[in-house]
């Protein structure tokens, strides 16, 4: 099975750089999901690139200044929203409880989600996933993806070996009552991609760092067609 691509841009590039990243990453015939930052989605959509939005409010309008809801991030054209990514866990302090109310919001306004999960160094990864899982998809029945991102990987160059990312992504598959897609993240780029794709429980990457970088995402190419 063909690799999912994800692109996880952050709070990066500035809008003099999209049209020229966008016209480049059509050449590449990468066909990824783009999270860009948010404000630059329409272009995206416009390109006919797969596109997602980084973060959402469980609240479908009102006085929340600042935040995007699903429903307004669906009728843009928004076809993916990412929750529970390990920076706004960490650096927003979201709760499961939280990201559970997100997942309910972005199923309701027909968004396809991709829930981030991962435990830090110190952590029984087994017990950290569990109630990250469980809690996060609580009375939840609609299928969703999971991203594994171990939060010691993510800009470390830290990576765990094949047969550690192959438990691991057993481990979350078991808690789930369906086939659950479940792809990788944390410092990917190349050489990763080429290490862990022949592990068959990866279905896919998410790309944080190096996906605003040209050049990678052009090996990354070269290393997953």
Request: proline residues 2%; glycine residues 6%.
């Amino acid at each position: 099975m063909e690799k999912i691509i994800v692109l996880n841009h952050k709070m990066n590039m500035r809008y003099s750089e999209i049209k020229d990243y966008i016209k480049i990453l059509k050449k590449i015939d990468l066909d990824p999901i783009v999270f860009p930052t948010s404000i630059y989605a329409k272009d995206f959509i416009d390109n006919k690139i797969k596109t997602g939005i980084q973060n959402i409010y469980y609240k479908n309008e009102g006085p929340y200044t600042g935040e995007i809801s699903g429903s307004q991030a669906r009728s843009l054209g928004i076809d993916y929203a990412l929750i529970g990514h390990h920076e706004r866990r960490e650096l927003f302090k979201e709760s499961n409880e939280e990201i559970n109310k997100k997942i309910k919001a972005a199923l309701r306004d027909n968004l396809k989600v991709i829930l981030c999960v991962g435990e830090k160094k110190a952590d029984d990864y087994k017990k950290v996933l569990k109630k990250q899982i469980e809690e996060g998809l609580k009375d939840i029945n609609d299928e969703i993806i999971i991203a594994y991102e171990p939060a010691w990987s993510i800009g470390t160059n830290e990576i765990p070996c094949k047969e550690e990312v192959k438990n691991v992504i057993n481990y979350i598959k078991s808690l789930v009552n369906y086939d659950i897609i479940v792809l990788y993240g944390g410092s990917v780029d190349s050489t990763v991609i080429k290490d862990l794709k022949e592990v068959n429980e990866v279905s896919g990457f998410l790309i944080g760092g190096n996906s605003t970088n040209i050049s990678e995402l052009i090996r990354i190419k070269e290393v997953v067609k």
